[in-house]
């Protein structure tokens, strides 16, 4: 009896669904396990007595020289072996650093853990866009990719609502423990689950010619020259990158300022932060993948007009979440900010990987993720952290003020880029 086609296409696009939300879990513990450091930056501070440039660089350059650099050649693996066999691998690696990083008893044993979580992690992200790009077509591409980047939001709110608590009634070196236990189990549940896909499996048939069988699987520096001649590519790295050096900065010290400048416990920070980052930056980045689903099309250039919009907006609010008297108005302040800054993540993203064939999708992704978190996730709280150690001395009650004012020139940086990349777009469409 022949099977149903509409049927077999019905099973084929829940199980898509159910590899999407199962590659999403894995995202939000990477983005937990990764962010941890931060949330819980107080209590951290005062067993170990390590300074906010020491915080700084734990959670910028210390992390990302081994996450972007070794995301490479796991991204070039990843392109010619089994992703989902690689995925799960590093998904397990980073939850063992994650629980060393509990254990840590001196500073340079954390920095340790810190940088094995790093390579665990390098090996998490890339291999997962390019298993959502075979499972889901270019129009419906944008909106997983989208529901796939829910998993930073979630991640950084669930691990401020528990693990701010279970510090607050426990210690802090439980709640990476216990989460890095998890993630043990999402790894073995990545690969019981997760079939590995046929590349290229939902894109639209196009002719090849001989002459480009050799390009199908480049070398990583054979995907550098290809961003490198293609300045829509460079564009919208360097503007993803500039946003996440604003981005990453805010999020590598929020916790800390709130509780330090503004007055909260963290027993509050659980509560009325958790619930601010979960709601607004996961709404943030569901709409503008929605949206670069519908105008994408007929409007290229909304890969960067959105973004460079929103970000725009974000700057006056952010303003006033640094200048905020009490935390209540802070808070109020940084809903506007945390819910635009995330425009940027999804029409990235997704514009890179519709502009590479299907065996270049990893390492076009990786290439992304090495440029703009060298940039954002190295620079950005190793900038934070060092401008506040450098205030520190003669404004001890509002360093971190003083080092969060300095991000605004690198909001408008973030615009002109998001700007020159939709003029660049609009003129590549209109030729």
């Avoid at 090849?208 to 050799?214: N, W």
């Avoid at 290809?226 to 829509?232: E, G, L, S």
């Avoid at 890969?303 to 970000?311: D, E, N, Q, R, S």
Wanted: with cysteine.
């Amino acid at each position: 009896m022949a099977t149903d086609p509409q049927a077999r296409d019905t099973r084929e696009a829940r199980y898509a669904s159910i590899v999407l939300a199962l590659l999403c879990l894995v995202y939000v513990l990477n983005f937990l396990d990764r962010q941890l450091l931060s949330i819980l930056a107080k209590p951290i501070q005062d067993d170990l007595a390590i300074s906010d440039g020491q915080l700084g660089l734990l959670g910028g350059l210390y992390f990302a020289l081994f996450y972007c650099i070794l995301g490479v050649p796991v991204a070039w693996l990843a392109d010619r072996g089994n992703r989902v066999r690689i995925l799960s691998i590093a998904c397990a690696l980073w939850s063992a650093a994650t629980i060393a990083c509990g254990m840590a008893q001196t500073y340079p044993q954390l920095a340790l853990a810190r940088i094995s979580v790093a390579i665990g992690e390098a090996g998490g992200v890339p291999p997962s866009y390019s298993i959502i790009s075979d499972y889901f077509p270019a129009e419906r591409r944008g909106t997983a990719l989208a529901l796939f980047n829910l998993g930073p939001p979630i991640g950084q709110a669930l691990g401020v609502a528990f693990g701010a608590k279970i510090a607050s009634a426990y210690d802090w070196r439980l709640a990476f423990i216990l989460l890095g236990a998890a993630g043990l189990i999402a790894a073995m549940a990545v690969l019981g689950v997760v079939r590995e896909p046929r590349r290229g499996a939902t894109d639209a048939p196009v002719p090849v010619k001989p002459a480009d069988d050799g390009a199908e699987a480049p070398s990583f520096w054979g995907a550098m020259r290809m961003f490198a001649a293609r300045p829509t590519l460079v564009l919208v790295a360097l503007a993803a990158g500039a946003t996440q050096f604003v981005t990453y900065a805010t999020m590598g010290f929020t916790t800390l300022f709130l509780m330090r400048e503004k007055g909260m416990t963290l027993d509050q920070i659980a509560i009325w932060y958790a619930l601010l980052l979960g709601i607004c930056a996961s709404a943030g980045i569901f709409l503008s993948g929605r949206m670069v689903d519908r105008f994408a099309r007929r409007s290229p250039q909304v890969y960067g007009l959105l973004p460079g919009i929103a970000l725009a907006l974000a700057v006056p609010f952010f303003v006033g979440f640094v200048h905020a008297p009490s935390w209540p108005i802070a808070l109020a302040f940084l809903a506007v900010p945390t819910f635009l800054n995330y425009f940027y993540l999804t029409p990235a993203v997704t514009l890179v990987q519709n502009s590479v064939p299907a065996r270049q999708r990893t390492l076009a992704g990786a290439v992304l993720l090495l440029i703009m978190n060298l940039i954002g996730l190295g620079l950005g709280p190793t900038w934070v952290g060092a401008v506040s150690d450098w205030f520190r001395p003669t404004h001890p009650g509002n360093s971190l003020q003083l080092a969060f004012y300095s991000l605004v020139p690198f909001y408008l940086i973030a615009i002109a880029l998001h700007l020159t990349l939709a003029r660049r777009l609009r003129r590549e469409a209109a030729r």
